[in-house]
């Protein structure tokens, strides 16, 4: 079956350019989790959702960052006015059911964002 | 709050040689843990995970084995491949969280 996928792949962007990043999980998967990687930070985790909503937006690093989920799938990540650390590779991750133990999140290849 | 801490690398091995990454965590109650591997070029995938104490996780020739005492879960493969080059990473989740807390990762080269 068809992973999680991201898009565009790779995005070059000027710094103060707003930005946006798609992310499309595994069919049925309700829980969405972003995460960016990054040379000196390593794997952080963003946001959570859970369907449409987010009851974790802990590690968005600032308000120039949002993110939203529509009908339970497509999940966009937007940051504005970016800034050259914003440069890093943004990773999509899918999951069935985060109330169990066993649950796996299932990760997409990323975005990477250059900002110059 | 929770962390995991594990070797830097780079790890430079020899084909068929033993390999061994450590990885400690620091977490309340009982999180379940895992490794994940990045390929070059590719994305993250899920190599190996265990939900409770004592519970051994393995898959692709590695293993890992849950320990509460010591806080460990260390990566393990007898006989490393070429294609075992990549880079590992060792996460935890909280019993009834949802965001995976990562370690820094270990880069493991694999020379023939």
């Known amino acids: 079956g068809a992973g999680v996928s991201q898009s565009p792949s790779n995005k070059v962007t000027e710094k103060g350019k707003d930005v946006e990043l798609r992310c499309d999980p595994i069919?049925?998967?309700?829980?969405l989790y972003w995460y960016r990687q990054s040379l000196g930070q390593g794997l952080e985790f963003l946001i959570y959702?859970?369907?449409?909503?987010?009851?974790?937006k802990s590690g968005l690093p600032s308000d120039r960052f949002s993110a939203e989920r529509t009908g339970g799938s497509v999940s966009t990540l937007t940051i504005q006015r970016t800034q050259q650390e914003d440069s890093a590779v943004y990773l999509c991750?899918?999951?069935?059911?985060?109330?169990?133990?066993?649950?796996?999140?299932?990760f997409g290849p990323g975005t990477r964002l250059t900002v110059l | 709050g929770n962390s995991v801490t594990q070797m830097e690398g780079p790890v430079t091995l020899s084909e068929e040689a033993f390999l061994t990454i450590n990885c400690t965590y620091t977490?309340?109650?009982?999180?379940?843990l895992f490794w994940y591997v990045q390929y070059p070029g590719e994305g993250l995938q899920l190599l190996l995970k265990a939900t409770k104490a004592d519970d051994k996780g393995s898959n692709k020739g590695f293993e890992a084995t849950y320990r509460k005492e010591t806080t460990s879960f260390h990566l393990e493969k007898g006989s490393v491949q070429v294609s075992d080059s990549a880079v590992y990473f060792c996460?935890?989740?909280?019993?009834?969280?949802?965001?995976?807390?990562f370690g820094g990762g270990t880069r493991v080269l694999v020379k023939p």
């Open positions: 977490a309340t109650g009982y999180p379940s």
């Open positions: 996460a935890l989740r909280k019993a009834a969280g949802n965001k995976l807390t």
């Open positions: 959702f859970q369907g449409n909503s987010a009851p974790d």
């Open positions: 069919s049925g998967h309700t829980a």
């Open positions: 991750a899918s999951s069935l059911d985060r109330s169990t133990p066993t649950d796996t999140q299932y």
